[in-house]
């Protein structure tokens, strides 16, 4: 396999498999601490797209303090199954707003999370949204 970064690509055997996180800071934002990370994951064998969702869904609410769900729909992200979480919740005094994209990729997920600190800016929403959405994956994969 070659694994490739935005920077160089490595060539690997089959052994490795990528649990890489990316993580984006748009620098012309007024408000900072806006951010837009992207994480892969394996959806355990024999578990289907909704329990891993329910599962990750009870991992925030057990580990994220004041966790306020308001967004929980599915869809799709370049034709793939997706689903779209919106959220609140405290993290050490400080407010955070997160939207949540995971999107299925056979076995796999790819989840973008898009953070807002302190109460939700429509304006940042949309700019993290509009970005989030533009997902594209490779013709090869």
């Known amino acids: 396999m070659v694994y490739q970064m935005q920077e160089a690509c490595l060539t690997l055997d089959d052994t490795w498999q990528d649990q890489s996180v990316n993580v984006l800071i748009p620098t012309e934002l007024a408000t900072k601490g806006v951010s837009l990370v992207v994480a892969r ?3 355990p064998f024999g578990m289907t797209l909704a329990e891993y969702l329910e599962q990750q869904k009870s991992t925030f609410q057990k580990e994220l303090a004041e966790f306020e769900l308001m967004l929980d729909a599915p869809g799709s992200v370049d034709h793939r199954p997706a689903h779209f979480l919106e959220f609140s919740w405290n993290n050490n005094g400080k ?4 939207m949540v994209i995971v999107v299925q990729d056979n076995n796999r997920t790819l989840s973008l999370t898009g953070t807002i600190p302190g109460k939700s800016d429509q304006d940042i929403r949309g700019f993290l949204l509009s970005a989030m959405t533009s997902l594209k994956f490779n013709p090869s994969h």
């Open 95 to 98: 407010l955070l707003q997160q």
């Open 41 to 43: 994951d394996v959806i």
